[in-house]
């Protein structure tokens, strides 16, 4: 995605903010959390395959030059080896990496 497009989603989440009928707002915010609840699990699963794609069997990049190049928290390239899905409150313990990572 381009910084243009992210920007053009971003403002459009601003208007959505910016409607001044709050019933209005409400159902526009609601419409766009289902929307994006459906989106999920789809993107989280693209997201897992390319950092798995990346690690290549431990032979390409590692754990932290994964999360510094797709911009993304070092525990969510971990939690994709342990296909956890959660909100981090209940993580489970990690395993040691490889010596490496």
Do not use: C
Request: proline share 4%; hydrophobic share 35%; no cysteine.
């Amino acid at each position: 995605m381009s910084e243009d497009e992210a920007r053009r989603v971003s403002d459009a989440i601003d208007a959505v903010e910016r409607i001044a009928d709050p019933e209005a707002r409400v159902r526009a915010k609601s419409r766009i959390m289902a929307e994006q609840v459906r989106r999920n699990r789809a993107w989280s699963q693209e997201r897992s395959n390319l950092i798995r794609t990346l690690w290549a069997d431990g032979n390409g990049l590692s754990y932290r030059e994964i999360a510094a190049r797709l911009d993304i928290k070092l525990s969510t390239v971990q939690d994709a080896f342990r296909e956890y899905k959660g909100s981090g409150v209940h993580r489970p313990r990690a395993e040691k990496p490889p010596a490496d990572h």
